[in-house]
């Protein structure tokens, strides 16, 4: 975790150069995506790039935040305006976020939990509940 703010900076470079077509976290051979949110106070487009969960049509992303204790910039915009954008190796597509919650939270946080352990450990360091959204792409 104390790593996280060389590995972010070395990703955005590795995103500008190559076109979004390569991230540190698909050099590690784990899914990634670039998510573009509306900033909830600025109202301008904000990126980064995430670990993200296949699941089905759709795509799941942990607020992890690198296990800090709070919720990371992106998912407070996605609680303001759920329509964001994702880029799948530089290709973009327009899409719809949910944040799960109850049941549907308990049933999706095993399945991350099969996915990438890591976030078990993450969850511990942040001590909080990590909020879990669901991405479905929109119709063009």
Do not use: I
Request: charged share 25%.
């Amino acid at each position: 975790m104390r790593s996280a703010r060389a590995v972010v900076w070395a990703d955005k470079k590795l995103h500008r150069a190559f076109g979004g077509r390569v991230s540190l976290v698909a050099l590690a051979g784990l899914p990634s995506l670039r998510l573009t949110t509306t900033g909830r106070k600025s109202g301008l487009p904000r990126s980064t790039n995430l670990l993200y969960f296949p699941h089905g049509d759709e795509l799941v992303l942990t607020a992890s935040n690198w296990g800090r204790p709070n919720d990371p910039a992106w998912a407070l915009n996605l609680r303001a305006n759920s329509k964001c954008q994702v880029a799948l190796a530089g290709k973009p597509s327009d899409t719809l976020a949910r944040e799960l919650h109850g049941d549907e939270y308990a049933a999706m946080w095993r399945e991350l939990l099969e996915f990438w352990p890591g976030y078990a450990m993450e969850q511990r360091e942040a001590g909080r509940p990590l909020p879990v959204f669901l991405l479905t792409r929109l119709a063009r």
